[in-house]
């Protein structure tokens, strides 16, 4: 949800300042409203910077907060099961940010959010990935 906000909020914003630009015919002083419309455009980079950060320490508290669960090997089937179906929800997820951010009116926002556009492009490999990591430590260490 967050990356297609960003995504979404960046084309309408990018919109917004073109029609901003456009307006001045003399009658009002539009600069000082573009000037902040641009900054807010800039906050974007911000977030595109900062998802990864978010997507990985997201996964990481979730990876200490496995240190204090206690376990039993009998209910791996369960956390299986429950990868399995994190593995379909990251692909779900995955296809329909693509699908979305690869529409024809998305497409220019979405060139700019590079980094976020990555994260959600390797969605499933990096879940299952930090999934077994968490299942790892889940059941190495037992109280």
């Keep these: 949800m967050l990356a297609l906000s960003g995504i979404i909020g960046l084309t309408v914003l ?4 073109d029609k901003l630009g456009t307006i001045s015919g003399g009658k009002y002083n539009n600069s000082v409203a ?6 807010v455009e800039g906050a974007f980079n911000v977030m595109d910077n900062s998802f990864p950060l978010l997507f990985i320490g997201g996964n990481i508290a979730v990876l200490f907060l496995s240190f204090m669960i206690r376990s039993h090997p009998f209910f ?4 299986i099961l429950m990868l399995v179906v994190l593995t379909v929800m990251a692909a779900i ?8 951010s690869h529409n024809a009116q998305l497409v220019t926002a979405n060139a700019q959010m590079d980094i976020t556009d990555y994260v959600m492009q390797n969605l499933v490999q990096l ?3 930090f999934a077994f990591i968490d299942m790892i430590v889940l059941y190495s260490f037992r109280r």
């Design 93 to 100: 997820f995955a296809n329909t940010y693509y699908e979305i």
């Design 34 to 39: 573009q000037n902040t419309s641009i900054e």
């Design 76 to 79: 791996m089937v369960f956390t």
């Design 14 to 17: 990018g919109s917004f300042n």
């Design 127 to 129: 879940q299952v990935i």
